[in-house]
Nanobody, 119 residues
Framework: QVQLVESGGGLVQAGGSLRLSCAAS????????MAWFRQAPGKEREFVAG????????AYADSVKGRFTVSGDNAENTVYLQMNSLKPEDTAVYYC????????????WGQGTQVTVSS
């Protein structure tokens, strides 16, 4: 049974940093695309960042480019989202998700972790 468990959220001042972690278990993820999404109150869930385990190729939303970095630790089966220069508009529940490399839909989702950035 695949599980994705996020951690690392919290309250931070604008300009600060947080690192989110997503511990993945229950499968071999080498052929997966691992992603971070977020959903702010009253808004739709949006893609933030992601990467392919096998190639290491990354992708970012324009709103976070240059501030956020997605990475993975194969040994720990953990995906990270390093968030720097945080802004109040980054406040949201952040979700970890996984899909097979060539799939359109995400098969697995974590429960989410709250990130709040105060001004």
């Amino acid at each position: 049974q695949v599980q994705l468990v996020e951690s690392g959220g919290g309250l931070v001042q604008a300009g600060g940093s947080l690192r989110l972690s997503c511990a993945a278990s229950g499968s071999t993820f080498s052929r997966y695309f691992m992603a971070w999404f977020r959903q702010a109150p009253g808004k739709e869930r949006e893609f933030v960042a992601g990467f392919y385990w096998r190639s290491g190729i990354t992708a970012y939303a324009d709103s976070v480019k240059g501030r956020f970095t997605v990475s993975g630790d194969n040994a720990e089966n953990t995906v990270y989202l390093q968030m720097n220069s945080l802004k109040p508009e980054d406040t949201a529940v952040y979700y970890c998700a996984a899909r097979l490399e060539h799939a359109l839909n995400y098969n697995y989702w974590g429960q989410g972790t709250q990130v709040t950035v105060s001004s």
